[in-house]
T-cell receptor
Framework: NAGVTQTPKFRILKIGQSMTLQCTQDMNHNYMYWYRQDPGMGLKLIYYSVGAGITDKGEVPNGYNVSRSTTEDFPLRLELAAPSQTSVYFC?????????????FGQGTRLTVV | AQSVTQLGSHVSVSEGALVLLRCNYSSSVPPYLFWYVQYPNQGLQLLLKYTSAATLVKGINGFEAEFKKSETSFHLTKPSAHMSDAAEYFCAVSAIQGAQKLVFGQGTRLTINP
């Protein structure tokens, strides 16, 4: 089973460039999430979606945009890359929005902005 | 608001020794608590979760955790460490309905010495 798949796994961007981090899941989960993980820090929620066409901000949304046109896909867009966005990005999904639900994570995208 | 503190960013134990990873939480409502494990170059995987059914929770790979409300703690233990346990471990809390928005601790890197 594929689960949650993220592409690319690694990327180097120059300051001011833009890119889209792809995330797709094959579990038919309505809920999807983007987190970033900085060195020595826990994961922080960037954006989340409760279903196709519905997205909302998390704790650290500045500098990012998302869309959710299908249940399967939840891409994260960086419009003007900045060094502060150097991080590891994780996409996750869950079957429900209940707080006791397990979240399933992708393998992550390591992004460096230079 | 919820928060999680993991004591010790790096823990090192000998193979066969007890593993103890500490997690304290803060939550204004009854929390749901999770331990996730991240093996090198992989995404996060659920180890176990506390959902109020029982204070002692058993997870995969021989790990368990005990919820202590009076101490606001959810420490992770394993009686005998194995080399394959080397990974980063994250404690997380979730309490808000509507989406599985996890708040993570900063993580503890576990090293196993032969």
């Amino acid at each position: 089973n594929a689960g949650v798949t993220q592409t690319p796994k690694f990327r180097i961007l120059k300051i001011g460039q833009s890119m889209t981090l792809q995330c797709t899941q094959d579990m038919n989960h309505n809920y999807m999430y983007w987190y970033r993980q900085d060195p020595g820090m826990g994961l922080k929620l960037i954006y989340y979606s409760v279903g196709a066409g519905i997205t909302d901000k998390g704790e650290v949304p500045n500098g990012y945009n998302v869309s959710r046109s299908t249940t399967e896909d939840f891409p994260l867009r960086l419009e003007l890359a900045a060094p502060s966005q150097t991080s590891v990005y994780f996409c996750a999904s869950s079957n429900t929005g209940q707080p006791n639900t397990e979240a399933f994570f992708g393998q992550g995208t390591r992004l460096t902005v230079v | 608001a919820q928060s999680v503190t993991q004591l010790g960013s790096h823990v090192s134990v000998s193979e066969g020794a007890l593993v103890l990873l500490r997690c304290n939480y803060s939550s204004s409502v009854p929390p749901y608590l999770f331990w996730y494990v991240q093996y090198p170059n992989q995404g996060l995987q659920l180890l176990l979760k506390y959902t109020s059914a029982a204070t002692l929770v058993k997870g995969i790979n021989g790990f368990e955790a005990e919820f202590k409300k009076s101490e606001t703690s959810f420490h992770l233990t394993k009686p005998s460490a194995h080399m394959s346990d080397a990974a980063e471990y994250f404690c997380a809390v979730s309490a808000i309905q509507g989406a599985q928005k996890l708040v993570f601790g900063q993580g503890t890197r576990l090293t196993i010495n032969p």
